[in-house]
């Protein structure tokens, strides 16, 4: 599968990625050995001047670490495959506490307090938004192996300098199913326009018979469902995985022509088309999915996860099937589709031991432990050499679109945030509130615009 990547100069990255992912175990090992054997011109001893990739050097790492984690998944999984001991086979002298934190609010309280401390873990996590905050607590990774094999990695370089490998790719997609676009008479939509018409010739056909069906499902009771639509689309609309943190570096990030706004006005089109049923407001995520599972929906949006949900809730998937959200406005624009790095793993200016720490990474993510992983877990691989097989539902949204372009989507760091919270502005509420009588978007962004540069000013941002 052809893929462009967008934004953040990660085409250049990807290459050097591929070139130096092809390498096999095998070969690796025999560079590791090779270079053991060296010996120099005195007296045939080993050379331990080498790079830390000797067997010599290794038995040189020694020492303490502590590795700071949230992820409930990866502590059972560190539990039942004893990740100290297999670590422990290649660096004899290393001792590794795993130390878990409650949840990832926790976990960041904790580490604030932490920096101030001086005592960071050796080896933390860190989410998209998170890495601009502890920027200056982290080790460069980007002569790592790890680094060089992740699909997102140099996406995420702060400075030319990458901060953190991440450990998974998310992506989202739209579910459907196919009998019941074949029974409507439509196809696969490409384009926005295609996808509104699509959603209303779905509600037509099936609405005139079934006053409760949804072309669409939502779930905008609980707000958040309507993230694929809210968050996403600003970023697919431009490219621009960075759109929440250059929105932070201007007054009027919301005025007509920007990415966002665009990205909104399809929204607002699309919320007041008569295709998410009777009452968009009055069912929750959980209902609607129950309702899609049963077929009383032809159209749901959600990421990866929403596949199980999907399957335990019908007898019958065999007419599942998957497309990304066509955000382009004609066939000749790229098609974007976003993807995430989550959980970035890092090495802290803190450790004492960082050389043990980054060999730490390293071993993470090789063979030895991290293909067992990535299987054991639901969420897709962000190492290209080490590929995961999608669910053949999920691989379907690929195969529709061979040269789809990807985004990488950042949360939005410190200062949006900032900016954000001062506002209170909340792009899944406000996602409802479209759905409500009365709504004017204009009206709405011109008032965002106002609090925004308000806020920027208030807080010093530049």
Known sequence: MKKQIAALGLCAAMVVGSATGCSTASSKETEKASAADTTTAAGGQADTTAAPET????????GNLVFAIWDNNLMDYIDQNDMVGKFQEKYPDAEIEVEKIKDDSEYWNAMKMRTSANQLPDVMFNKPFTLSRFKDY?????????SKNNELAAGYAMDGKILGVPLTAGYEYVFYW????????????????????????????????????????????????????????????????????????????????????KAYTKVNELFNMNVFGKDPLGMGNDQVTALFAQKKAAILALGDWGLQNIQTGTDDYSELGTFYLPVRNTTDDPF?????????????????????????????YSEDWYP???????????????????????????????????????????DFQAVQNEIAFDYKKLGAQMFTEGFDLKTELDTLNTKWAEARTKLGIK
């Open 336 to 364: 974007r589709v976003i993807v995430q790095g989550d959980s970035f793993m890092g090495v802290t200016t803190h450790s004492k031991n960082p050389e043990l720490a980054k060999a730490f990474v390293e071993w993470f």
């Open 138 to 146: 982290l080790v460069d990774l980007s002569d790592l192996e790890a």
């Open 372 to 414: 067992g992983y990535i299987n054991y877990v639901t969420s897709a691989s962000s190492m290209t050499n080490f590929p995961k097989e999608k669910d053949p539902i999920l691989a379907e949204a690929d195969a529709l679109q061979p040269d789809m372009e990807l985004v990488m989507y950042d949360g939005g760091g410190d």
């Open 55 to 62: 067997e010599a050097a290794k038995a040189d790492l020694k």
């Open 178 to 261: 196919k009998d019941m676009f074949k029974e409507a008479g439509v196809t696969v939509p490409t384009t926005w326009s295609e996808f509104e018409q699509t959603a209303q010739t779905l509600q037509d056909y099936y609405g005139k018979d079934n006053p409760d069906f949804m072309a669409i499902a939502l779930g905008a009771k609980d707000e958040w469902p309507d993230y694929p639509y809210m968050e996403f689309m600003p970023a697919l609309e431009g490219g621009n995985g960075q759109n929440w943190n250059d929105m932070a570096k201007t007054d009027a990030p919301f005025a007509e022509g920007t990415d966002i706004n």
